[in-house]
């Protein structure tokens, strides 16, 4: 099985780690390629509340849901991977293998969204892990909670890379209808081995660039989202997926750049160094010139765009190709039309 990382980085909240010694396994392969090639689990996830809240100032949303913790795509960039240290694990091979699955995530919305203290806004799936990652063909949390928010017009926008997202078309259709829904969906690359060895569990680009069409020709508002952006890895290929995003009927294009939080650089590293040995010195110089000489800044000013010159020229470029190919804002969901959903108990509301 293709991973993302080959790495068990250290856990930065355990005080006692393991250290691995396998200088006298040089020549064992088979036991070598067991402790990278592992199986995916699916634990469940316990959790007593499915929405969470935002307060980043560099985040255009407040609200989200995600169904499942750790992520089956193995995306090497994922910025998300050092949340599963909070759960005792590492943001490496435990983040693409350990899966929790929130089992009572559409009771959890219900009530949710049946408390007399929401005052309706949209809510996101998902701000960390990919609501249609391949777990979501099994458990079918993102369906039943789109389902519910269908039912009581409750506005949501979808974050994916996941061609998955037309399952729902259905329902994404029928909301879109009375301005409930977007979907933004990410293409970092069309170079297709580039993709298999950077996101090696989800949709290929051409995929992706085909559910925009589908979605777009449903009537489903659209985002392309070109993230990351890599310097000297994929920043070049902006313009070109831009392009076939607007010709798929995207209306709107937005970038992230790069972001290696705490131990999302080991693990983002190990894995440049591995599959692209030629290109890693030269990407790592140009994203510390994006980052005042590290690796990452946390700023809110700043850990989206960069600064410096080549952050600059980035900006410049895509800003360029964005009024070229007339991509315009999304345009905003309607929270006006929501009802409250009964809630878990059937208890119905006084007034």
């Given amino acids: 099985m293709t991973h993302g990382s080959n790495l068990d980085p250290t856990n930065r909240f355990e005080r006692v780690y393991a250290e691995s010694d396998l200088e006298h396994l040089e020549w064992d392969d088979e036991y070598l390629k067991e402790r990278t090639d ?3 689990q699916y634990l469940s996830d316990t959790s007593k509340s499915i929405v969470s809240e935002n307060d980043s100032p560099d985040i255009p949303f407040r ?16 910025y998300a991977r050092n949340s599963h240290e909070y759960l005792g694990l590492n943001a490496g091979l435990d983040f693409e293998t350990k899966i929790f699955v929130k089992h009572d995530a559409l009771r959890l919305l219900r009530e949710f969204l049946a408390r007399d203290a929401w005052l309706p806004e949209p809510i996101i799936f998902s701000g960390v892990t990919d609501c249609y990652q391949p777990a979501e063909r099994e458990f079918r949390l993102t369906r039943q909670c789109l389902e519910l928010a269908n039912e009581c017009n409750q506005p949501i926008s979808i974050i994916t890379k996941n061609a998955l997202v037309l399952r729902d078309l259905d329902l994404l259709q029928d909301m879109a209808a009375r301005n409930l829904a977007h979907v933004n969906l990410s293409i970092t690359t069309q170079d297709i081995e580039l993709a298999r060895v950077m996101e090696p569990r989800t949709s290929i ?15 489903v508002p659209v985002r392309v989202m070109v993230a990351p952006i890599i310097p000297g890895l994929n920043d070049h290929e902006a313009p070109a997926i831009m392009k076939a995003a607007r010709e798929a009927g995207a209306t709107d294009a937005q970038y992230i750049l790069l972001r290696l939080p705490l131990t999302v650089e080991p693990v983002f590293r190990e894995w440049l160094l591995r599959t692209q040995p ?24 700043k850990r989206m765009v960069g600064t410096g010159e080549i952050a600059d020229q980035i900006r410049s470029l895509f800003q360029l190709f ?3 190919y007339g991509f315009e804002h999304l345009p905003a969901l309607d929270a006006s039309k929501f009802k409250p959903p009964l809630s878990h108990s059937g208890q119905l509301r006084l007034f």
Wanted: with cysteine; glycine share 4%.
């Fill in 205 to 219: 680009p051409a995929a992706r660039l085909r559910a925009i069409k589908i979605l777009a020709d449903a009537g």
């Fill in 38 to 40: 592992r199986k995916i």
């Fill in 278 to 301: 030629l290109k890693a010195e030269k990407v790592e110089s140009l994203v510390r010139q994006t980052r005042n000489g590290k690796l990452n800044d946390s700023d809110f000013r």
């Fill in 63 to 78: 609200y989200s849901v995600n169904p499942y913790r750790g992520c089956v795509h193995a995306c090497a960039y994922c």
């Fill in 322 to 324: 964005r009024h070229k």
